[in-house]
C-alpha cells in the first residue's frame, strides 16, 4: 500500500508565541494579607520558586511581590591573548603515563 506523505506548513496561527499564549493561560497572582503571608511564608517561598507569582497586601492594597529569582549565570570568557602568549610545551604522551603509572604499582 502506497503511503502519501504530508507536508505541512507553518502558519501564522501555529507561531510559538501564539501557541503558548492560547496554551497556557496566564493565571492571576496569588494576593495574600500580610499577616497570613507570615504563617505561610515557606510554602509561599516554595510556590514562588516554581514560577507562581504571590503578591503581599497590607489593608488591601499591595506592598510586596515574591517572584522567583533565577540567578543568570556568568558567561565564561576565554583570554586568547594569554592562550596564546603561554609556551608550549611538549611532555609525555597519555600512554606513556599510563605505562609508568602500571609499571610503577605492586
Do not use: C, H
Amino acid at each position: 500500500m502506497k503511503r502519501k506523505t504530508f507536508k505541512y506548513r507553518p502558519s501564522a496561527a501555529m507561531a510559538p508565541e501564539a501557541l503558548r499564549e492560547t496554551a497556557l493561560p496566564e493565571a492571576p497572582p496569588l494576593q495574600i494579607n500580610v499577616r497570613a503571608a507570615k504563617d505561610r511564608l515557606s510554602s509561599l517561598l516554595e510556590e514562588a520558586s516554581q514560577g507562581n507569582e504571590i503578591i503581599i497586601t497590607s489593608d488591601g492594597r499591595p506592598k510586596a511581590r515574591l517572584v522567583s529569582m533565577q540567578m543568570k549565570r556568568k558567561r565564561f570568557k576565554v583570554d586568547w591573548e594569554l592562550l596564546r602568549s603561554m609556551p608550549v610545551t611538549t611532555g609525555p604522551t597519555a600512554e606513556e603515563l599510563i605505562r609508568e603509572d602500571r609499571d610503577g604499582r605492586p
